[in-house]
Structures are given as structure tokens and as C-alpha cells.
């Protein structure tokens, strides 16, 4: 069975400093992984997609992937109280499913 | 607003009784996803389209679940004859399905169902 692994926190981050949340996931097929950000009571928004081994970085987020090892991080610098959410790793199925299987989310508190 | 759109985004039922939800993709995705998600779990996967066609509804948590897509554009979901444990936020979302950039998925609002 297809798993997605996160700590649930939460994650407690002095404001400034940098977050860093991290995922693994059991399906050596899958080929596109994506960090969704969820606000209690609100949808899931998409806030990185990363698909290659290596960095990925948009503004204060930083994308990193390691297939060999199968895990996923998401960084985010200079954290802001407005960060405070759920971050939620999701994993495409890999060898042509399209389904996203996602993780139960980490709890991320930034202190101002 | 060009973003994916749930009705309604919250129904109290009794239990027994069937509900629908509707849901209208971004204009130009062709594939369509609902999902369901539960207090402190990740969104679940249940089922998607690709335009008209149904893909995969082997993740429909039971035969009371069905969905829809008649003419490949908006989507419903019906829960037939509602337990308590259906209560759930139910996510509908859409994509371009590119594969080659990963077929990027957006979701909508939710809709929220209290089963009582």
C-alpha cells in the first residue's frame, strides 16, 4: 500500500527563523510531489511542486527531493506567523495512476 | 473567480437520507477529482475523471458513493443513505493532466457534511 509519512507535529518555529518539514513515501514509481498548504477549516493550496532530484525555490520556500533516499522536504525562510498551517506532502501514484496520495500533514506553529 | 467551484459548501443531513454535491472545474482542466478529507487525516482519494470518462472508482469507500461527469464538464458526488461516519469535508479538485509537468491539481473550497 502507497504511504505517505509526516511527523503531525506540531512544529513550533520562532518567527524569522527557518521551518523545515519533511516527508517520506513508500512508492518508488512515483514521479511528481507536491506541498499543499491547509488553513484549519480551508481547502488544501498548492504552494510548491517538484519533480527532478535537487532544489526547487520560490520566494521563501525551497523545495528539496531525494529519490534514491524517497524523501521530500519543504523549507521556508524568514518564517512569518501567517505561515502557521498544516503543510500537507502529496505523492502523483507514479506509472501512469493519477491519483495524489497525501500524508496525514504537519503542524507548523510559527512564534512571533 | 477561475477557481474550482463546490455547492453546496455546507449540508447538515439526517442520517439515511442522500445527499449531492456539485462541482465545476477551472474551465479548461479535463480531469476531475474528489477526495475526502477527515479531521487531523490528509485529503483521500476517491475517485477521478478524465472528461467524461470515469478512470478509477475502485477507491469509492462503498457502493453508496457515486459520482458523475455526464457531459465532461461539472461533477457530482451522491452519498446514498448517510451514516454518521460519512462526516467529512469533501474536496473536489482539477487538472490539465499533463504528465510531462506532473498534472499540477487544484482544489476547490470543500463541502462540509454533518451527518446528525
Known amino acids: 500500500q502507497k504511504e505517505v509519512e509526516q511527523n503531525s507535529g506540531p512544529l513550533s518555529v520562532p518567527e524569522g527563523a527557518i521551518a523545515s518539514l519533511n516527508c517520506t513515501y513508500s512508492d518508488r514509481g512515483s514521479q511528481s510531489f507536491f506541498w499543499y498548504r491547509q488553513y484549519s477549516g480551508k481547502s488544501p493550496e498548492l504552494i510548491m511542486s517538484?519533480?527532478?532530484?535537487g532544489d526547487k525555490e520560490d520566494g521563501r520556500f525551497t523545495a528539496q527531493l531525494n529519490k534514491a533516499s524517497q524523501y521530500v522536504s519543504l523549507l521556508i525562510r524568514d518564517s512569518q506567523p501567517s505561515d502557521s498551517a498544516t503543510y500537507l506532502c502529496a505523492v502523483n501514484e507514479g506509472r501512469g495512476a493519477d491519483g495524489l496520495t497525501f500524508g496525514k500533514g504537519t503542524h507548523l506553529i510559527i512564534q512571533p | 473567480d477561475t477557481g474550482v467551484s463546490q455547492d453546496p459548501r455546507h449540508k447538515i443531513t439526517k442520517r439515511g437520507q442522500n445527499v449531492t454535491f456539485r462541482c465545476d472545474p477551472i474551465s479548461e482542466h479535463n480531469r476531475l477529482y474528489w477526495y475526502r478529507q477527515t479531521l487531523g487525516q490528509g485529503p483521500e482519494f476517491l475517485t477521478y475523471f478524465q472528461n467524461e470518462a470515469q478512470l478509477e472508482k475502485s477507491r469509492l469507500l462503498s457502493d453508496r458513493f457515486s459520482a458523475e461527469r455526464p457531459k465532461g464538464s461539472f461533477s457530482t458526488l451522491e452519498i446514498q443513505r448517510t451514516e454518521q461516519g460519512d462526516s467529512a469535508m469533501y474536496l473536489c479538485?482539477?487538472?490539465?493532466?499533463?504528465?510531462?509537468?506532473?498534472?499540477?491539481?487544484?482544489f476547490g473550497e470543500g463541502s462540509w457534511l454533518t451527518v446528525v
Open positions: 479538485a482539477s487538472s490539465l493532466g499533463a504528465r510531462v509537468s506532473g498534472n499540477t491539481i487544484y
Open positions: 517538484i519533480y527532478s532530484n
